[in-house]
């Protein structure tokens, strides 16, 4: 009932930039959190940064200062400025909501997840 779509990763070289976006679709009633994990080889999944409702923004350390994010409430897009991007910055980068939904009568809540967009950061 609830899919999510991300697009903007590639390659860029040290210093880059990128901008990912993630849309929401399917029977939402509303969508709390939504955020951005990645995954590099041989790590586990990790949480890059999550925007509430409100807008409220957390970031994992080593990104604070150089990644954004955001979101539009109206498009049920969440948003991720990367800038100054580093090598240790690549991996696979998942989107996620916390997406209530509708099925029939009944709302569900669940959280959702993208299929992953790959970042890879390299001379």
């Known amino acids: 009932q609830v899919h999510l779509v991300e697009s903007g990763g590639g390659l860029v070289q040290p210093g880059g930039s990128l901008r990912l976006s993630c849309s929401a679709s399917?029977?939402?009633?509303?969508?709390?959190?939504m955020g951005w994990y990645r995954q590099a080889p041989g790590k586990q999944r990790d949480l890059v940064a999550v925007v509430t409702s409100g807008g409220s923004t957390t970031y994992e350390d080593s990104v604070k200062g150089r990644f954004t994010i955001s979101r539009d409430n109206a498009k049920n897009t969440v948003y991720l400025q990367m800038n100054n991007l580093k090598p240790e910055d690549t991996a696979v980068y998942y989107c996620?909501?916390?997406?209530?939904?509708?099925?029939?009568?009944?709302?569900?809540?669940?959280?959702?997840w993208g299929q992953g967009t790959q970042v890879t950061v390299s001379s």
């Open positions: 996620t909501a916390d997406v209530s939904y509708t099925v029939a009568d009944q709302i569900h809540q669940i959280d959702a």
């Open positions: 399917g029977s939402i009633f509303s969508i709390n959190t």
